[in-house]
Nanobody
Framework: QVQLLESGGGLVQPGGSLKLSCAAS????????MGWYRQAPGKGRELVAS???????NYTDSVKGRFTISRDSAKNTVRLQMNDLKPEDTAVYYC????????????WGQGTQVTVSS
């Protein structure tokens, strides 16, 4: 049974930093994609940042220069370093992974709340 375990959310003041982690556990034969999405109240879910098995990263425009996604392939873990946080970054952040288990399947984490407020 493959699961994604997220951690690192919380409350932070504007301008502060947080680091989110997403660890995939279980029988995993390969990695295709891992990414972070977020959903603010009353809005749809959007892709924030992602990394592929070719190490290609992608960011939504609003977080470029502030957020950095990184992957630890040995531990099937992806991290999102979030700096200079703004109130508009407030949302529930979800991890998504496309893994070989051994079939190629999509997995979602349970979500972690990030609140940016003074």
């Amino acid at each position: 049974q493959v699961q994604l375990l997220e951690s690192g959310g919380g409350l932070v003041q504007p301008g502060g930093s947080l680091k989110l982690s997403c660890a995939a556990s279980g029988r995993i034969f390969g990695f295709h994609f891992m990414g972070w999405y977020r959903q603010a109240p009353g809005k749809g879910r959007e892709l924030v940042a992602s990394v592929t098995n070719g190490a290609t990263t992608n960011y939504t425009d609003s977080v470029k220069g502030r957020f950095t996604i990184s992957r630890d392939s040995a531990k099937n873990t992806v991290r999102l370093q979030m700096n200079d946080l703004k109130p508009e970054d407030t949302a529930v952040y979800y991890c998504r992974a496309v893994l070989e288990v051994p079939r190629i399947r999509e997995f979602w984490g349970q979500g972690t709340q990030v609140t940016v407020s003074s």
